[in-house]
DNA sequence: AAGTCTATCAACCGCTATTAC
DNA sequence: AGTAATAGCGGTTGATAGACT
């Protein structure tokens, strides 16, 4: 147990304040100034704790106080400064002239938050989310690299975050692929890609539909018990079967939990990725994403049509720098926010994901 | 129109750091 | 140096307004 609350003694008032509590108050201040707050109340005639006069004054009645919605600019200090400092409210208004702790504090749970959380960042961390990541697009960047050279490095950045089992595979896959694509199916007929781990992860759905030519369509929901059935025929051997393979099987982030090849304590990891890197930009402090921080947003159902088109473009530049002047703009709608924020943020997962499983 | 839900934000609580004695 | 009081910080709560059904 703490300290009792100084405000349990002598039975002084709690709760909000009242017109005259903050007449009083003002005057007391602008006569003697701020401080000494454990005597103010008694001298200022108030019914209140020192700590609740000080919170006030602070908070709320601070003549340099600046009210209204936060600016662009505002906002994006914020952020930046949040990488930084972390949840130091009062560090980060220390750089937001006018703007109190509290306040900063109340925006970003209540806005940038949530606004974060949309877009697919993690708003601890300022990383994206690994639960909200779409693996398939680095893998098809790889698949698809017309240098012909596989950049299995491109996927070291995450290979720590993957089941272990998986990044295997899909290295294997792709190494194969690129050595020769016959060998690669040889791969594929002899471990039918349904060994008995795979067996239990994959769902049957997913590897049916490799039992078709072409596969970068919605996956056809089947019974069929013939998991372990040869995945590919080898006159029906195609790189978009090799794709629609990779896409499948790194594309369980989103969907849920039982299905998920990713362990249960790396959903709640991240990329091991600097924190401001999430954002893109041109400010040094924010450096521009590389391609394998390409996103793709996840579908309306979660899980079933996968579309590949969906994937986020390259980064923009920051539209200003930290320390500009103002570009706006107090009065602006969320939406006009969201899509300012958007291309702040490079890569958006859709409305209809409840993001409120990652808060 | 009424009831319910959701978002917002002022204010409080509990803790740590700092200061005074 | 040790102790108590005070200041300050970050997390949380709860009242309320507005949106939604």
Known sequence: MGRAPCCDKNGLKKGPWTPEEDHKLISYIQQHGPG??????????????????????????????????????????????????????????????????????????????????????????????LDLLDLSTLLRSTLYNSSSLLNVSNLLGTQALLNPELFRLVSTLLSLKQENPETLLQYLQQNQLCNSQMQNQIPTSHLNQFQTPVSCEAPTCTTSTAACAPLLDQTQFTQDNLEALLSNLTNFNGQNSQENLIPSTLTESYLTQPPSQAYGGSNPSVPVP?????????????????????????????????NSSSTYINGSTEDERESYCSSLLKFEIPESLDINDFM
Not at 69 to 94: D, V
Not at 294 to 301: A, I, V, W, Y
């Open 36 to 129: 000494n707050w454990r005597n103010l109340p008694k001298n200022a005639a108030l019914q209140r704790c020192g700590k609740s006069c000080r919170l006030r004054w602070t908070n709320y009645l601070r003549p340099d106080i600046k009210r209204g919605r936060f600016s662009f600019e505002e906002e994006e200090t914020i952020i930046q400064l949040h990488s930084i400092l972390g949840n130091k409210w009062s560090a980060i208004a220390a750089r937001l002239p006018g703007r109190t702790d509290n306040e900063i504090k109340n925006y970003w749970n209540t806005h940038i938050r949530k606004r974060l959380l949309r877009n697919g960042i993690d708003p601890v961390t300022h990383a994206p989310r």
């Open 290 to 322: 590389s391609e394998s921080s390409s996103f793709q947003s996840l579908n309306n159902n979660g899980n079933q049509n996968f579309n590949f088109d969906s994937v986020i473009s390259t980064p923009l530049s920051s539209p200003t720098p930290l």
